[in-house]
Nanobody
Framework: VQLQASGGGLVQAGGSLRLSCAAPGRTFSNYAMGWFRQAPGKEREFLAACSWSGKTTYYSDSVKGRFTISRDNAKNTVYLQMNSLKPEDTAVYFC?????????????????WGQGAQVTVSS
């Protein structure tokens, strides 16, 4: 599965961005999806995950209430809406697909990864 992330960029603190992750040509609904990020010098961090239907979601404490994961299986796309962005949200953001209908916050449980999208939040 090839995942194509887009929507990153530069935004001021307090602003919003929406990341998209497309999986063209695949039966997208067979996969649980997740978003992770990695800042320079830091380990990869789990952010959010959703089940195959999108009805079950799970967030890390660091983004709960600010970020929203959603998916459109008809478009083979998962989204991460990011609001109230902070400078500490600056990182490369990755989408990932898991060959399961169930969510996970462990990066090792995901089978496919996108190429990453840079998000930079200025103070």
């Amino acid at each position: 599965v090839q995942l194509q992330a887009s929507g990153g960029g530069l935004v001021q603190a307090g602003g919003s961005l929406r990341l998209s992750c497309a999986a063209p040509g695949r039966t997208f609904s067979n996969y649980a999806m997740g978003w992770f990020r990695q800042a320079p010098g830091k380990e990869r961090e789990f952010l959010a995950a959703c089940s195959w239907s999108g009805k079950t979601t799970y967030y890390s404490d660091s983004v709960k209430g600010r970020f929203t994961i959603s998916r459109d299986n008809a478009k083979n796309t998962v989204y991460l809406q990011m609001n109230s962005l902070k400078p500490e949200d600056t990182a490369v953001y990755f989408c990932a697909a898991r060959s399961s209908k169930y969510i996970s916050d462990a990066g090792g449980d995901y089978d496919y990864w996108g190429q990453g999208a840079q998000v930079t939040v200025s103070s």
